[in-house]
């Protein structure tokens, strides 16, 4: 028997923590510690210990499907006939009748080549990705005040803050070796701030836990901001030196409706925990860091709501110093990193500018074409739904990889609309999932496990994908597959790649912020972007001396009033609903859930409601009920439990058997066209006997 052990960086969180998967006579057979970790240090949550299993089951996709049009059925076939099927249809369409979707959970060399294919061989300017439906208000939100969308500090920094002040991050659950980081910080006496409307794993260890409702995120900083403006707290020379718009700021938050008192009721939360938090910001400044996901980004103002965090910090001065700063805490493993490499329908890679025409003419030199999709944002996803589901004349093909937007995406009747609508659907992944059903050809990709490649974390630390074993049957590398179709279209000249490494040197060669990185510096502990030079350590701290990324070099502060979510609760539906993630599954289920320890672990959906609730509903725990909101309703059991808010409900978003987002809202953030996952309005009833 032969046994290896093979170091990469897990599939799953923005954490990136790194693990040896287990190697038996070439099967992974398991996962082992890996001590030198720079981010978990050798320890892992249940997802990186049992997460594998998917790897190795017998249902992957291992040859290329084509859905017979007379039966509906899928038959298997070769390589040749698929890409033959894909390159007649895709040459039907004009550019702005294709879309494309790419994953974060693929890694960069596979973002980069889908975006490149998308605008070099399609043509078309319509390709994102699912940071859309997490972390893409944190993109736009810190690049509008900062200049860099990035988190401006390491993890290692959250275990040397003083105060730690977590809003709309359960990151316990999902985010467990980052929770470590602020664990190590309590242990020294940090104070820890929790803003949730749940009781979570998290802040059940907070010193304070501040139960806000969903949606008054804003209300509260505001509240923040204005107290730490009258009590004459702000930092003055780095407001000064560093900022713009400081006048303009001070007048919004400084009205009357954001007083303690004010605030208190608008959030649903005991004036005196506002105060609290207070003194402990001003105790701690210039050692507190800021922590959010996507409780935060979620929303219809969740770019307003990533700016408003900013603002504190830099009122505070808690910019560019150890112990400090925003910190995202990215919903998937290469959420960063997809934005970095261009996935998205308003830059190309190294977020140089669609609507720039230089830019453009940079691009397609570089690619040594004659032009690039520019001048014109292209569609984000919900657009790209939306279009499909409403005008499906305009909107006719999509070429998918490694996403479920019928489980992922808001309003899953009317995704379902969508898909059936689509004339042309090509999905790559490595499983049928509940989209692939409605796909003209099916594609077998690969996993982490499987490829060589790197992928990006939250902290910006660039780490590698090791291959371990070979993917089942047919499976190929999904540049790899990219670069067929292209071969197949006559556009192969502009894919040279024979390695995954060829795609990563391409890619750096125009991305300033990875110029630096080789695989070979990747040996080690990975590298932290910005790194502009081969001789470059790498950048823990962002934004040190000044915001290099603003004209002027300084921040941008503005007026951001509180607004109310896109929908309220009223007397039809008048409870407030929320979603998140459980510590043992990560989003669609698609991979956790053909783990069998996982899946044993949580192996449903239920729906969490306070007890309070519970009684005015007659409602008992583990009841099964329907949820309802004015989009549809799903069948789902109770958890009845002090934990929650009152007047606030909880369900995660895992399970195909009990989709929370067949209720949720696709309202979405006007900036970051981001849907409103995190709040929307419903009602509950006992299902008939």
């Excluded at 990469?8 to 510690?33: E, H, M, R």
């Excluded at 099927?85 to 596979?110: G, M, W």
Aim: hydrophobic share 35%; aromatic share 8%; net charge negative.
């Amino acid at each position: 028997m032969e046994i290896k052990y093979v170091t990469t960086t897990c599939p799953y969180c923005g954490a990136g923590c790194t693990f040896n998967l287990v190697v038996k006579d070439g099967k992974i057979s398991g996962v082992q510690p890996c001590q030198r970790g720079p981010v978990n240090e050798g320890k892992l949550c249940p997802k990186g210990i049992f997460g594998w299993e998917f790897i190795v089951s017998e249902d992957r996709l291992k040859t290329p499907l084509i859905k017979d049009k007379a039966t509906g059925e899928f038959k298997p076939a070769t390589w040749d006939e698929a890409l033959a099927v894909i390159a007649e249809n895709f040459k039907k369409y004009s550019p702005e009748e294709i879309a494309v979707i790419t994953s974060a959970r693929c890694c960069n060399e596979d973002n980069y080549a889908m975006q490149k294919f998308a605008r070099v061989v399609l043509k078309t300017p319509n390709v994102d990705h699912c940071a859309r439906l997490c972390h893409a208000p944190t993109v736009a939100g810190l690049n509008m005040v900062f200049g860099s969308g990035a988190s401006t500090n390491s993890f290692n920094d959250l275990a040397i803050a003083d105060c730690v002040f977590i809003i709309g991050s359960n990151n316990f659950e999902a985010h467990p070796l980052a929770g470590r980081r602020i664990m190590q910080a309590k242990e020294k006496g940090a104070h820890i701030i929790v803003c949730d409307p749940r009781v979570t794993p998290t802040a059940k260890q907070a010193h304070l836990h501040i139960q806000h409702f969903p949606g008054t995120d804003i209300q509260l900083l505001n509240c923040l901001m204005k107290q730490i403006i009258e009590r004459g707290w702000v930092d003055e020379e780095f407001v000064k030196n560093r900022t713009n718009g400081y006048e303009e700021l001070k007048a919004c938050v400084t009205q009357d409706k954001y007083s303690i008192e004010n605030t208190s009721a608008v959030c649903g939360v005991p004036a005196e925990k506002i105060e609290q938090a207070l003194e402990w910001l001003h105790e701690c400044q210039h050692k507190t860091a800021f922590v959010h996901c996507l409780g935060i980004t979620q929303h219809t103002v969740g770019v307003d709501n990533v700016r408003s965090i900013a603002f504190v910090q830099t009122l505070l001065g808690n910019i560019g110093k150890p112990g400090c700063g925003v910190n995202a805490l990215r919903g998937q493993n290469n959420v960063q990193g997809s934005c970095d490499m261009g996935a998205l329908p308003n830059v190309y890679a190294g977020y140089l500018k669609v609507t720039d025409p230089e830019a453009a003419k940079k691009v397609a030199a570089y690619w040594g074409v004659d032009e690039v999709p520019n001048g014109k944002l292209g569609l984000h996803i919900p657009e790209m739904l939306e279009t499909f589901e409403e005008h499906p004349d305009k909107l006719k093909c999509l070429y998918l990889m490694g996403e479920n937007p019928v489980m992922s995406d808001p309003n899953s009747k009317g995704v379902e609309k969508a898909m059936e609508n689509c004339e042309f659907l090509v999905v790559q992944d490595i499983f049928e999932t509940e989209t692939t059903k409605y796909a003209d050809v099916v594609l077998p990709g690969s996993c982490y496990a499987e490829e060589d490649g790197t992928q990006t974390n939250a902290e910006r630390r660039v780490q590698r994908f090791r291959k371990a074993a070979d993917a089942p049957g047919e499976s190929k590398l999904d540049w790899e597959i990219m670069k067929m179709i292209a071969e197949k279209m006559g556009y192969g000249q502009y894919f040279p790649w024979e390695t995954t490494e060829d795609v990563f040197n391409e890619m750096r060669g125009i991305t300033p912020q990875y110029a630096g990185i080789t695989y070979a510096k990747l040996e080690g502990d990975g590298i932290q972007w910005p790194c502009p030079t081969e001789d470059h350590p790498g950048t823990p701290i962002l934004h040190i001396d000044k915001f290099a990324g603003m004209p002027d070099g300084k921040a941008k502060l503005e007026a951001i009033e509180h607004r109310a979510p896109a929908e309220v609760i009223d007397n039809d539906y008048p409870i407030w609903l929320t979603t998140g993630a459980t510590i043992w599954h990560w989003p669609s289920g698609s991979m956790t859930r053909r783990c069998e320890q996982l899946d044993r672990d949580a192996p449903t959906a239920w729906l969490e409601m306070n007890p309070a609730d519970a009684a005015k509903y007659n409602i008992a725990d583990g009841e099964k009920v329907i949820l309802y909101s004015r989009r549809g309703e799903v069948a789902v059991n109770t958890r009845v439990t002090p934990l929650i808010k009152e007047g606030v409900f909880f369900m995660p978003f895992h399970f195909t058997e009990a989709r929370a987002n067949l209720v949720t809202n696709t309202a979405y953030d006007p900036v970051s066209r981001t849907p409103e996952f995190k709040v929307c309005a419903v009602n509950v009833k006992k299902m008939e006997a």
